[in-house]
Antibody, heavy 122, light 106 residues
Framework: EVQLVESGGGLVQPGGSLRLSCAAS????????MSWVRQAPGKGLEWVAN????????YYVDSVKGRFTISRDNAKNSLYLQMNSLRAEDTAVYYC???????????????WGQGTLVTVSS | EIVLTQSPATLSLSPGERATLSCRASQSVSSYLAWYQQKPGQAPRLLIY???NRATGIPARFSGSGSGTDFTLTISSLEPEDFAVYYCQQRSNWQTFGQGTKLEIK
């Protein structure tokens, strides 16, 4: 069974740091782009960052550039998101997602993990 | 940035009825569009990719159509488990999500 399990969320003060992890199982992790997507409480979905199979390409939404770093360890089947200089507006559930190639026009997020809540508050 | 506008914001229907959800893009996204379903307390699930293709394991009552700027997700006959929030997503130019349509029981 394909599974993604996030961890590392919690309460952090503004300006603080947090590192999220996503453990993958049931598929060849090193063969897929991976993404982080977040959802503020009661709000919609926002893509945050993604990373190529070998880690050589990384992309970020403008609002987190310079503050967040995505990385992966293919030997450990794990995806990470290092979050620094956290702001109140970063409060959200953070999901990791596999970018699945269905042989069509693009890759799509399938599946998603269950998410981990990050709360930035003093 | 391509903006996706979903309508209606809330749709109230009864089980067995047909649901039609709309997603409009601020500029053409060709067929680089997907639909996701999210139930309370759960992660989103991919339903439709490339505008009209069902993802693995998705029931045939779900169908997608459209290209360019106007897209539709249709649920032919609502089951109790279909009441949820639905999001569209484009990957034509970076990636953005719509704000969601809440499908609620009437």
């Amino acid at each position: 069974e394909v599974q993604l399990v996030e961890s590392g969320g919690g309460l952090v003060q503004p300006g603080g740091s947090l590192r999220l992890s996503c453990a993958a199982s049931g598929f060849t992790f090193s063969s897929y782009w991976m993404s982080w997507v977040r959802q503020a409480p009661g709000k919609g979905l926002e893509w945050v960052a993604n990373i190529k199979q070998d880690g050589s390409e990384k992309y970020y939404v403008d609002s987190v550039k310079g503050r967040f770093t995505i990385s992966r360890d293919n030997a450990k089947n794990s995806l990470y998101l290092q979050m620094n200089s956290l702001r109140a507006e970063d409060t959200a559930v953070y999901y990791c997602a596999r970018e699945m190639d269905y042989g069509g026009n693009s890759d799509w997020f399938d599946p998603w993990g269950q998410g981990t809540l990050v709360t930035v508050s003093s | 940035e391509i903006v996706l506008t979903q309508s209606p914001a809330t749709l109230s229907l009864s089980p067995g009825e047909r649901a039609t959800l709309s997603c409009r893009a601020s500029q053409s996204v060709s067929s680089y569009l997907a639909w996701y379903q999210q139930k309370p307390g759960q992660a989103p699930r991919l339903l439709i990719y490339d505008a009209s293709n069902r993802a693995t394991g998705i029931p045939a009552r779900f169908s997608g159509s459209g290209s360019g700027t106007d897209f539709t997700l249709t649920i032919s006959s609502l089951e109790p488990e279909d009441f949820a929030v639905y999001y569209c997503q484009q990957r034509s130019n970076w990636q953005t999500f719509g704000q969601g349509t809440k499908l609620e029981i009437k």
